[in-house]
């Protein structure tokens, strides 16, 4: 059987294996579902766009699946939430729960025509930085790569710390191989804003892979390799999008909150490219892809940037026959996600829709020191409000 249809089929197994510890059935969350077909619909564009000879888009779709059920978990089935006194419920968690809030028709309308008339205003102003947040989050701004290739870089005169701009730079010249604006200047855009994100020297790896420089990209895939950080800014992007929309946006702070995390994850780059020369190449550049591979498996602040690494790495275990090595990372993976993905997790999810403590708990964490730090603060926080009897977070009309 092909190699890349053994990885997409062990990324599929750790999302079903996910889904075994949770008390929910696996539903779409419903806010902003309209903006995550947009972005994506958009990412598929650009691949197509970019004519990669080996490009594997089914995979991308795997990450990013994988990345958005890690941060966005589906609500319970409406005949789960119909009691907060359940006694199943109370038995596999002691944390409290909510009914999961969920969009009308009109509040869909309602939070679209905000969502447009907000990132439209920053067109029609000279407030920079409202601009720079039009340029990210809006799918259908009808900006093209080239004038946002050419806002960052201006940006980035100004704001060379910005890491933001810089990744979103390295995401619109990752579209245009050919411009001369996405040249040799970019490493030290990269160095000057977050020089131990191992994460933007492989996007940049990937830039000069499409530009189809080689010696340029296993350069910078070895500077990716050997850094002890790779952080993908999900929780960055959604405090970006929450601290400059309230007050804004007029719409309750839950869905407000669930738009944060959908425009967030629309942000996850297409990792595609990496894999198809991983796999096309591993005779040559074993070395160098196993030790990506366990660089990004062991220092991802973020779970979905660890699951590429891990699947990455049980592919190069079956190419190699090695079988111990690849029963060592199923059990390792299978032990990561229900430590962290479980009926806590669903339960402290729901409350933190109406506790804005929690929200802040949550995204503190997530931004200073990853993904795992944010869930087990957020499940300690979650528990010990939860043996105060007279925490009821959950709205009374629900």
């Known amino acids: 059987m092909n190699s890349k249809v053994w990885l997409a089929i062990s990324l599929l197994l750790a999302i079903i294996l996910y889904w075994q510890y949770q008390a929910a059935t696996p539903q779409t969350t419903q806010a902003t579902s309209s903006h995550r077909h947009s972005a994506n619909h958009s990412t598929n564009q650009a691949n197509s766009q970019l004519g990669s000879p080996n490009k594997s888009t089914h995979w991308a779709d795997s990450f990013r699946l994988q990345a958005q059920i890690s941060q966005t978990p589906a609500p319970p089935p409406a005949s789960t939430q119909s009691s907060l006194d359940d006694d199943e419920a109370t038995e ?24 447009t008339a907000f990132f439209n205003e920053g067109y029609a102003v000279d407030d920079i930085e409202l601009r720079k947040l039009g340029y990210i989050f809006s799918a259908d701004s009808g900006a093209s790569n080239h004038h946002k290739r050419l806002f960052f870089s201006d940006y980035l005169q100004d704001n060379p710390n910005d890491s933001i701009a810089v990744h979103q730079l390295l995401k619109a010249c990752l579209q245009l191989p050919h411009d001369k604006g996405c040249g040799e200047q970019l490493d030290t ?11 933007l020297w492989l996007q940049l790896a990937t830039n000069k892979l499409v530009q189809r420089k080689p010696s340029q990209f ?18 960055n992007y959604v405090d970006l999008f929450l601290s400059t929309s309230i007050g804004r946006i007029d719409i309750a702070y839950t869905k407000l909150r669930n738009t944060a995390d959908e425009l967030a994850s629309a942000q996850l780059n297409n990792l595609s490219y990496l894999v198809d020369f991983c796999t096309g190449n591993l005779n040559k550049y074993q070395d160098s892809c196993l030790r990506l591979a366990k660089s990004l498996d062991g220092n991802s602040n973020n779970v979905d940037l660890q699951s590429f690494g891990s699947g990455l790495l049980k592919e190069i275990y079956r190419t190699l026959d090695d079988d111990e090595a690849l029963a060592e990372q199923t059990a390792l ?47 300690s926080e979650a528990k010990l409000k939860s043996l105060n009897p007279d925490y009821l977070p959950c709205p009374l009309n629900q």
């Open 189 to 199: 855009l990269v160095a000057q804003s977050d020089n131990d994100n191992g994460y």
């Open 218 to 235: 296993l350069r910078y895939l070895e500077i990716a390799a050997n850094k002890s950080r790779f952080d993908n800014y999900y929780f």
């Open 92 to 115: 596999a968690s002691a944390i409290k729960r909510c009914p999961f809030a969920e969009f009308t028709d009109q509040e869909h309308q309602l939070l679209d025509s905000q969502l």
């Open 333 to 379: 993976d299978q032990q990561r996600y229900s430590e962290l993905y479980n009926q806590d997790w669903v339960n402290a999810q729901s409350l933190m829709q109406y506790d804005q403590e929690l929200m802040v708990t949550w995204l503190e964490n997530g931004k200073l020191f990853g993904e795992r730090a944010a869930v087990t603060a957020l499940l």
